[in-house]
């Protein structure tokens, strides 16, 4: 990839997703195979003026050779260290940028239990710093890196270096980079994202019924005094950022215990380094009762397993099928991409500023107002071509919102 376009990823994902304010110390996590890319990140980070950058590196491959060669017991043990740096990075006001390269299947054959207790230990350990993220306290952004082996999944009949290159432009084309100037770009993808917000605000539904040709038939009561958001987030200080690079949802709160029907996933979900595929859930009360999939059940166990709140839905979200990532008709197992070419659910948190006030509320309270909560957040996605959505007001009025997919008031 040439050296200019790096460099204006870098830029976007620093001034426009994390947007590192002069004096602020940004913490960027990212897998070693973007050491390029990272670095010139911190440079853009310096340039905008960050007090100082910390880089913590991951790698796919040690992940697995940790989880296949230690002991369970040792796996649910998280370090102290582990845990005051991250109170750290909250007490420092810190802004994050989360660099992702997805390798589908990196934990196949692992066992499962093993994987299940290194990540309800971890999720416990930094629960009490979750808020800092979860309520967007401090700005926070997820953008997207290529490596070979997710390429080979998404392009299997391309060459090495041809699928490389492919992954490579439909991750810089999703994220809206191109001869233009992407955070032009950005302002504008932003401003329309708002139209729906706006919408869908003023609307002030009740509930939205979901039917489609998969047999998806749920009916999705919402938060009293629910917030739909998009695009563009801010802090309580009011600082700009954007948390998802790509993005083209409106999302807002599901009311807890009032979910009912049944869900067919229309895409497969990656979850602790397995793929979860064609899988279902029906939902009584808000609460998953019976669940299948063809492939990864074990994994699906494990994620509607970690806490209570786990089988209760903590997002929804809107998404034309009609978009620019649907459109480049790709699978490309990494939930980032997926989850912004296909209306999506959330399993687990619900988002506090999705409910007015929600921010200033604890997790007792939260619930009370009706929002969901857990140690998990786990989109997946439902949305298809012949998706429809009817969405019923107070004063029970229906408004057809989706016809064929896709937006049409």
């Known amino acids: 990839m040439k050296l200019e376009v790096l460099k204006k990823y870098a830029k976007l994902a620093v001034v426009k997703g994390s947007n590192v304010q002069k004096g602020q110390l940004l913490v960027i996590s990212a897998p070693v195979e973007a050491y390029e890319f990272t670095r010139l990140c911190v440079e853009e980070a310096y340039n905008a003026g960050a007090g100082e950058v910390i880089v913590d590196y991951n790698d796919s491959l040690l992940t697995r050779l940790k989880y296949k060669n230690v002991e369970k017991e040792r796996l649910g043990l998280v370090p102290n260290y582990f845990v005051e740096k991250r109170k750290y990075y909250v007490d420092e006001k810190a802004c994050f940028l989360h660099i992702v390269s997805e390798v589908p299947g990196n934990l196949k054959g692992i066992d499962s239990d093993k994987i299940q207790t290194a990540q309800i230990a971890y999720m416990k350990a930094i629960k009490p710093y979750r808020y800092y993220t979860m309520s967007s306290i401090g700005q926070w952004s997820i953008v997207a890196y ?51 917000t706006k919408l869908m605000n003023d609307y002030n539904f009740k509930s939205l019924h979901f039917t489609n040709e998969l047999k998806t038939d749920l009916t999705v009561d919402l938060a009293i005094n629910h917030i739909w958001e998009g695009g563009m987030d801010k802090t309580p200080s009011k600082v700009e950022f954007n948390a998802n690079m790509p993005t083209e949802e409106v999302f807002s709160m599901p009311k807890r215990d009032s979910v009912n029907g049944i869900v067919y996933a229309s895409k497969p979900l990656s979850y602790q380094g397995n793929l979860i595929e064609d899988f279902y859930l029906k939902f009584e009360n808000g609460k998953v009762v019976d669940y299948d999939a063809k492939e990864g059940k074990d994994s699906l166990t494990n994620l509607l397993n970690t806490d209570e709140g786990s089988r209760y839905l903590g997002e929804v979200a809107l998404i034309s099928y009609d978009s620019p990532i649907s459109n480049l008709n790709l699978l490309f197992y990494n939930t980032l991409f997926d989850e912004n070419a296909s209306c999506h659910l959330a399993l687990g948190a619900a988002y506090p500023s999705n409910l007015k006030g929600g921010v200033d509320l604890n997790e007792e309270e939260l619930v009370e107002h009706g929002a969901n909560v857990s140690m998990n957040h786990c989109d997946f996605m439902f949305g298809s071509r012949e998706m429809k959505i009817v969405g019923t007001t107070f004063d029970n009025k229906e408004v057809v919102l989706f016809e064929h997919g896709n937006f049409v008031v």
């Open 146 to 196: 290529p490596n070979l082996v997710w390429a080979k999944k998404v392009f299997p009949e391309l060459s090495d270096e041809e699928a490389y290159d492919k992954l490579f432009e439909a991750i810089l084309f999703a994220s809206r980079i191109d001869e233009n100037d992407p955070i032009k770009n950005w302002d504008q993808h932003n401003s329309e994202i708002a139209k729906h």
